[in-house]
């Protein structure tokens, strides 16, 4: 790991870099795991799943203002949002095979929907299967998944049943990789719109989701997530400049 934040070690690669090295190692038949923490992922700590995983990566401005302040620059937020894209256009050159896992609760349609923008969006690539959004059972969700036998698994069902599930079918298929994508499946759908471009490069990202969901994310952001935020950038500004940091994260 290149940098650590709160206990969990994050590698210091960008989209691009994070998109060469899933194919490359799915060239050499090599699966893994894509965490990818925000503040409110970051605040439950989640050691486990980062011990587990093959790349770790930043989804969330203040963690890469965190690790600037610390003095180990993260170089971008790498959010998989856009690693949803991003890996689908990148495995279509390959002409690989996606499974779509999740999606967003009421909508059964919603993975499907997400399937088809991204086979117009990236010719080539191969949709291997989708699943129902919520509700299903995980032990007959993993058997279509081995079968269908992706080269990637979106998993959107939000921290941290997504990370559980793909704990479950991870052994089962090694040579694939698993990225547990939130909210991700739902923005392909068309389900929910992503903040504009400013908003999300400045960080204000989650202040655009919650005026979309105020009742639903009012608590976790305000609450827990900005608290969290700002101890930890406090923790990083006292870690470069000599202090060994008041607060915890």
């Keep these: 790991m290149d940098v650590e934040l709160a206990g969990v070690g994050f590698h210091a690669v960008t989209e691009a870099e994070a998109v060469t090295r899933v194919r490359a190692a799915l060239d050499r038949g090599e699966g893994g795991r894509i965490l990818t923490p925000n503040v409110d992922i970051l605040r439950q700590r989640p050691t486990a799943y980062a011990a587990d995983a093959t790349l770790v990566v930043a989804d969330g401005m203040p963690l890469v203002w965190a690790s600037r302040l610390a003095g180990t620059p993260l170089p971008e937020r790498v959010p998989g949002s856009s690693l949803i894209w991003s890996l689908s256009r990148g495995l279509a050159a390959d002409r690989r095979s996606v499974f779509l896992l999740g999606g967003s609760p009421g909508t059964p349609c919603g993975s499907a929907r997400a399937a088809a923008a991204l086979g117009i969006a990236c010719p080539g690539l191969r949709v291997a299967g989708l699943s129902p959004s919520f509700g299903f059972d995980v032990d007959e969700v993993a058997g279509t998944v081995v079968e269908a036998k992706p080269d990637l698994v979106f ?10 599930v793909i704990s479950v079918l991870r052994p089962l298929l090694p040579g694939a990789w698993f990225l547990g994508c939130g909210a991700a499946i739902n923005f392909v ?18 202040l655009y989701r919650l005026g979309s969901e105020p009742r639903r994310l009012a608590g976790r952001y305000l609450r827990h ?17 000599g202090g060994r940091g008041r607060t915890s994260v």
Excluded: F, I, K
């Design 155 to 164: 998993v959107g069902l939000g921290y941290p049943l997504q990370e559980e």
């Design 189 to 206: 759908a068309g389900d929910h719109s992503r903040a504009p471009g400013w908003m999300q490069r400045g960080g204000l990202e989650w």
């Design 225 to 241: 997530d900005a608290p969290y935020a700002a101890r930890l950038l406090a923790n990083a500004t006292a870690r470069r400049y």
